[in-house]
């Protein structure tokens, strides 16, 4: 009798120590397959995150270009502008003069900078992929600066449209490229049409130096953290 006991006992103790490691085997295996999961995980949202930096490069390159471009253009408009209104404040602007700034006044030209990369991470909730916190917030305050000067840009146009473009239609012979003869540089409308251009410009060439200082610090600053 004791030894079917002791037997029962031993049988026991050994079921009971298959069933631990059995459990030991299977926690072993979920933890290692959570932690082999979470590893291949971090190795694809980093890869990912490579993958927008590098986006946000080309797009930061191309912005610098257009940038760039876009000041000069708008630098030439402002001293042509600048010196119409001096003249103006002065004396009598000439015929001649006032063609070419008609001409000048009624001609814009939008920016055509990049934000595909930016409007897809943030669509897709992945801004956070980008580790860096302080590289984050630069780039949303990048895109900030594109979202004000599309703003400037659309007072702009608006101003070309509302006010510029009738007068350049009522006052310009577009068959001899000549001014009506009734035209007059000393009108109040002529002078405020360019006071009020000169003053738009000047803003959005303020914004433009503005952005376009962001756009150089951030383009190093990019470069490095995709490598």
Partial sequence: MAKNKENYMQSS???WLKLSLELIAVFVG????????????????????????????????VDSLEIKSHIEED??????????VLTMM?????????LVLMSVIATFNNLNMQNSTYESIVNSG??????DFELREELVNYYRYQSAIRDVEQVYNDYITDYVIPLFFNSVDMLTGTL???FR?????????TAGYYMLVLQKMDLLLEVDSVNNALIPIVARARQ
């Fill in 13 to 15: 103790r050994s079921h």
């Fill in 30 to 61: 979920i933890t290692a397959g959570f932690f082999v999961n979470n590893y291949q995980q971090k190795k694809s949202e980093q890869k990912l995150e490579v993958k927008y930096l590098e986006s946000f490069h080309k797009n930061l390159v």
């Fill in 75 to 84: 630098q030439n408009n402002l001293d042509i502008s600048k010196r119409a």
């Fill in 90 to 98: 002065e004396g009598k602007l000439h015929n001649d003069t006032a």
């Fill in 126 to 131: 992945n801004l956070g992929l980008i580790r």
């Fill in 180 to 182: 009506a003869e009734d």
């Fill in 185 to 193: 540089t000393e009108s109040m409308e002529f002078k405020n049409i």
